[in-house]
């Protein structure tokens, strides 16, 4: 029997392999359907200007270091660099 563990998002941080085209686009469907859930998301700064889609102001930019302490849950959208780029930093939270 599994147990259902309910936690309150109220931030979420994206990480995005964002030179590849199927990795943005994944990316845009998650956050679009983040942002209806009325939840903050992070980007990377370099990511904003390809995420024009997402115009809303519970979008915001900051670098992987600050999304760690701010984020309650990050999302990767890439390959391994990508996700171990992250693991990096959050091993010291």
Do not use: W
């Not at 936690?7 to 956050?31: C, D, F, R, Y």
């Not at 209806?36 to 990377?44: N, P, R, S, T, V």
């Not at 990511?47 to 915001?60: A, E």
């Not at 270091?65 to 984020?71: L, R, S």
Request: net charge positive; with cysteine; charged share 30%.
């Amino acid at each position: 029997m599994h147990k259902t563990i309910k936690i309150k998002l109220n931030t979420v941080g994206m990480i995005i392999k964002h030179q590849h085209p199927e990795a943005l686009s994944l990316a845009i469907e998650i956050a679009n359907r983040v942002i209806e859930k009325g939840i903050k998301i992070l980007f990377e700064p370099e990511c904003l200007p390809l995420v024009k889609k997402l115009k809303h102001q519970k979008v915001r930019a900051t670098t992987k270091e600050k999304m760690v302490d701010a984020a309650d849950l990050i999302i990767v959208c890439g390959g391994d660099g990508t996700y171990l780029s992250i693991a990096r930093i959050m091993r010291k939270r």
